[in-house]
């Protein structure tokens, strides 16, 4: 590499992550999307930019206050002001465009004025048996401070006329709505009129919202909903048991410090001005917004809604046709690499693969890494069976997943409480290397099977997200990711690894010889190529070598999904890298880097891997990448993962050099949907 540094301004990581939000939302605002999966955008919409506020923007504010971090107030405003306009458009998406839609098909959220007689006595009743009973007002004076506002929870602040039971004028009341109660209420068929009408729980308290004060007059009340930092802060060098520091943490988290306050516009600006000052925010941090305050809660109206038609249609994933049925996987392994593109194929083989090695007499340990496997897991249950039966169990339980944290620590007891060997990682990184092992005696010698994926072991995303799982008896990468499991339980020094590259040792510094190789072929006038699809483009050293690569000659593209800093098409510096993102039906989650720096087949490489080219990923977490040796195999995720995304035209967008992107269109070319069809056998 010929430069430290890139030789352009990068984009801002912050505003790419609100650029990928936009992208999201305009799924919800294609006429061609399913009007129910069009609202399910809006939600995702909505849970993403909760994300953003408790982790990216609340340490954007940190930064900010830290001289020299390089963040100024001005930047801050704008990424504020950026998040305000987001979710300014959202709402107009969800008001004027998606719910008119929806009345057509008969599927409406009736508030308190369009409600009929029969339908108000019905919310009347319902109110009373199953909400007031949970409701606490409490009115405010100094006996009875602000109350303890949990994150991301629903509450009503009321201003009351009039003098409370005592004779006092205290003026101002909160009512917190319990999260046991559901946010989206179905109103019975015989009162709705032929239509599928639900009502929120924000609106039946807001029409009883006076039979709480009783002898009061409501003059004026709005709902709001707190957004806090949530990343659990663990100081993993100063505790002794870091699953109990984290477990301690999980009650502490739902009262991080204050990031967003949202209301309703019509609330009276001195009870959004009053809510600010009690959580000590500016007043960029008020969100004014047109309709609900949790939009991710409509999940449960497209979940309940009976209207086929207005989803996409049911797709159901085939076995991989790598891999026979009735066949036991392992033989099956002896003969070849299976490689299967999830969810395109089932991820059922990937149970099946630990079934069999569960029951399996012959087996006798089995190792896995668990980041995100979700509350409930066949693969760990399966996990919890071996151990039962006597095999050596070894799980690196990632305590520190993000949003899993709880689920995971309940996981480890599990396991623990069944003898089997569970370890934590590594003090300071997250392992987020996907890899499962299994020990098997064959004769007189014992042989392994593992599987690597770019994805989670979590059976319900890998529905919906697409990632790459590769199952092997390749003597290498089995004992290579051998080594890995050694390395996390006994924090000693490895081997120099054969086959897998891993962070935060290798990875980075081969994906940047990789890039340099390809820059010194272009240099030399041979062919010089790279694509890489991946999640976000961030790592400053990575950006610098793509940079230096493009001015030699090389041919960039790359599938970021998400956040890039990269700017492309700068005239002189990046004018032969090409970024698309493409968002689609499926979450894109696969991460394959594929390089060429000649002409022949012995001068490509192509890996697949769990990492992204972020910072993060590559020195702060335990990762891995491994090359796809298989000429076959090779071109398959050529053919599968690069190309039809590189020529997409329905779910692609292309950066700009100004940090904007343009849609490529909106007819041609759906790498998603032409995966689909090729797998399912209906091209």
Known sequence: MTDDAPTLALLNRERAILNFNRRVLAQARRPDVPLLERLRYICIVSSNMDEFFEVRFADYIEAARVPGAGVSNRDLEAIAADAHALIDDQYHAFNDEVMPALKKHHIEILNHSERNEAQRQWVSQFFHRQVRPLLVPVGLDPSHPFPQVANKSLNFIVRLGGKDAFGRENTIAIVKVPRVLPRVIRLPAEISGGTQSFVLLTSVIRAHLDELFPGREVEAFSQFRLTRDSDLEVDEQDVTNLRQALRSGLTTRHFGQAIRLEVVNTCPPELSQF?????????????????????????????????????????????????ARGIPIFEQLQQRDVLMHHPFESFEPVVQFLREAVHDPDVLAIKQTIYRTGSESPLMDLLIEAARRGKEVMAVVELKARFDEEANINWAERLEAVGAQVVYGIVGLKTHAKLLLVTRREGTRLRRYGHLSTGNYNPKTARLYTDVGYLTSDADLTSDADAVFQQLASLGKTRPLRQLLQAPFALHRQMVNHIDQVAAAARDGKPARIVAKINALTDVPIIAALVNAAKAGAHIDLIVRGACMLPPKVPGVTDRIRVISVVGRLLEHSRVLYFRWGATEAEEALFLSSADWMGRNMFRRIEVAWPVRDVKLRQRVIDECLVPYLHDRKDAWELEADGNYVRLGTEGPCAQQALMARHSGSD
Do not use: C, S
Not at 289 to 308: H, K, S, T, Y
């Open 275 to 323: 809510l600010l000052e009690q959580f000590a925010l500016p007043p960029a941090a008020l969100y004014q917004v047109n309709g609900p305050v949790n939009l991710v809660r409509l999940n449960a109206l497209i979940d309940g809604a009976v209207a086929p038609e207005l989803h996409f249609p049911p797709y159901d994933a085939p076995w991989p046709a790598g891999l």
